[in-house]
């Protein structure tokens, strides 16, 4: 049986999500290995949420530009690398798009079998100022030289990957709808504590509070409506920016009791600096809860004002389509149920694993 090697160092949120849809789907098709760093946001037993037959392997990979450190994870990489020898290479997120190309091309793999998904390009972080993101676009630049496919997880991460490469598609992120239902059947949806306050709307989003995912903003549009509740579902390094009085930190739990949250929000909102394509958007949008996101690459791909959601620039945006969708039952109502056709028919996990096993068989031969 060929094999597949996936490389991630961001193994938690929204990539883990990714990789436990992907590889649900392959493990009748390849042995698959991961090799992983942990992350605060992985979860324990993470082992449990993939499928038995996957071999998993640790190596550290640093967040950050630590030469040292970075040049000491990519010898471990290059060494694992050598050893699982595998058929295809596919690697996710900057740092491990980074080492793995340049492990890949120093071990002398076949570089037409390496794909990288970057999840959201590094010189795209708002955050960042214009010297760092020209920085990092170079760096990304020059690792697109040793080769290798990219894969955008949207249509705006795909144009931006042509700026680097010609050798790239789009495939669009994709939910297990039947898994999710599956879960929802586990739970009880009319939780007494769901809800305490059933007279206050209540807004939220999932992620980890950290700088891409602009708690701060978060933190404003609460204070705009201190008669609303706010739910923020993770933990993250920035919590102590969210210091609305009216904000719960949920800290993070198990996937059954996240999808149990999210159907308890009335409007979910993503205030993200930047993004690839967030799962958690796809499934608040699936669990038909109206969205209300930032002007970033990703979320734009998938939520249309007035269509199926509203897509903001400032603050203001936000108060505003909040205001809307509050006072106007029979727009809310519209776009549920527009939002839960578009994940139908586009943002399905039938459809991304099919188009991720054709780009392997295509590779391997």
Known sequence: MKKIVYVVEAFGSGVYSFLTELTSGLTNDYDIVIIYSLRKETPDNFEKDFNPKIKFVKIDMCRGLNPYKNIKSLFQLRKMLKFEDPDIIHLHSSKAGFLGRIASYINGFDMNKVIYNPHGFSFLQKDKSSLKKKFFY????????????????????????????????????????????????????????????????????????????????????????????????????????????????????????????????????????????????????????????????????????????????????????????????????????NSKKNIDENFNVKNMINEYKNLYYNKRM
């Open 138 to 337: 170079r760096l990304e630049k020059f690792a697109a030289k040793f080769g290798g496919c990219i894969v955008g997880c949207s249509q705006s991460e795909y144009k931006e990957a042509l700026k680097l490469s010609s050798n790239c598609i789009n495939i669009n992120n994709g939910i297990d709808t039947s898994k999710i239902d599956k879960l929802l059947n586990q739970v009880n949806l009319e939780s007494p504590n769901e809800k305490t306050n059933k007279s206050r709307a209540i807004i939220g989003t999932v992620g980890r509070i950290c700088r891409q995912k602009n708690p701060e903003l978060f933190n404003k549009i609460a204070e705009s409506f201190p008669n609303y509740n706010f739910v923020w579902i993770g933990d993250g390094e920035l919590k102590d920016k969210l210091t609305s009085p009216n904000i719960s930190i949920i800290g993070w739990i198990e996937r059954k009791q996240v999808l149990k949250k999210l159907l308890s929000l009335d409007i979910y909102i993503m205030t993200s600096l930047w993004e690839g394509l967030p799962i958690s958007l796809l499934e608040a949008m699936y669990l038909n809860k109206v969205c209300i996101v930032s002007n970033v690459e990703g979320n734009k791909d998938v939520v249309k004002s007035d269509v199926n959601g509203y897509v903001c620039n400032n603050l203001n945006d936000f108060i505003k389509y909040i205001k809307i969708i509050v006072n106007n039952r029979k727009l809310y109502n519209n776009l549920i149920e």
